[in-house]
């Protein structure tokens, strides 16, 4: 069994990480705030001082952080502990531009996969992810698919590309159900009607996704997301849902709360 480093245990990365556990996988975990990685070292893991400590013997090193600049710091301390003949799977959401700035990076002999994924906390627990796998995938494959069902991309990058558009339509599919769910209200529609109107269109999985109380994707995640995407291309439409999830981030109190709830504050009749 490949030994594996796992940096970033966050919503997503924890039960992942567990994921590989349960596999039997010699597993060192590394994540900012220490504290987290407690019950993952009771389950079995050895924890990590610092990310340059946790890959330097690791057959396989996978990344799950916040961003492109969470990315980049743990970059710096990783790159130069990577022994020849690892592979490293950055499945964080970061964007293709940033997967082919890391690439020029990598020291020879060391494989990059970008391999973000499809899904929230729920089926990240259930090992039932989407993993959209970008590059030379095929040696981390049978570890990737202990997070769920694998769809090779392509090239390097079209994994993180890929990323970007499935989350541009759901960010875009809850912003759509909460307006729409604003327009009911403003005509005094029953709310109970007018969701199951829209759950039974080809909305339903929008409409799912926006009221959904089991799972998390924080507000801020939301907007670095969509902020990727809108930088990439002209998207008029998702630089105004930009605009609704950044007003919803700036709220103390729903800055790292799950997307849905931002459905209630762009629900809210406008004030003046």
């Known amino acids: ?162 990323k970007l558009v499935v989350n541009t339509a759901v960010m875009g599919g809850v912003a759509l159900v909460a307006e729409a769910m604003k327009l009911a209200d403003a005509l005094g529609l029953d709310e109970s009607t007018a969701k199951d109107a829209l759950a039974g269109g080809p909305l339903s999985g929008a409409v799912g996704r926006a009221f959904a109380t089991d799972v998390h994707f924080g507000n801020d995640l939301a907007v670095k997301d969509i902020a990727l995407a809108t930088r990439t291309t002209s998207l008029p439409a998702m630089e105004a849902v930009l605009r609704q999830f950044e007003a919803v981030a700036a709220d103390p109190e729903l800055v790292h709360e799950d997307i849905a709830r931002a459905v209630p504050r762009i629900r809210a009749p406008r004030t003046t």
């Open 1 to 162: 069994m490949e030994k594996i480093a796992f940096l970033g245990l966050g919503h997503m990365g924890e039960p992942m990480a567990r994921q590989l556990l349960a596999a039997g996988h010699p597993l060192t975990v590394w994540n900012r705030t220490p504290r987290k990685a407690d019950d993952l070292v009771a389950a079995g893991a050895s924890a990590a001082p610092d990310p340059g400590a946790a890959v330097r013997d690791a057959d396989v090193v996978i990344t799950m952080l916040a961003g492109p600049d969470a990315v980049r710091a743990v970059a710096d301390a990783v790159l130069p502990a990577l022994r020849p003949g690892a592979y490293w799977v950055e499945m964080s959401t970061i964007g293709p531009e940033v997967v082919r700035e890391l690439a020029d990076r990598v020291p020879a002999g060391v494989t990059l996969v970008d391999a973000p994924v499809m899904g929230s906390t729920d089926k990240a627990a259930a090992g039932r992810l989407g993993i959209l796998a970008g590059g030379d995938a095929a040696g981390v494959e049978h570890v990737l698919a202990r997070f769920g069902p694998v769809t090779r991309t392509g090239a390097p990058g079209t994994g993180a590309a890929l």
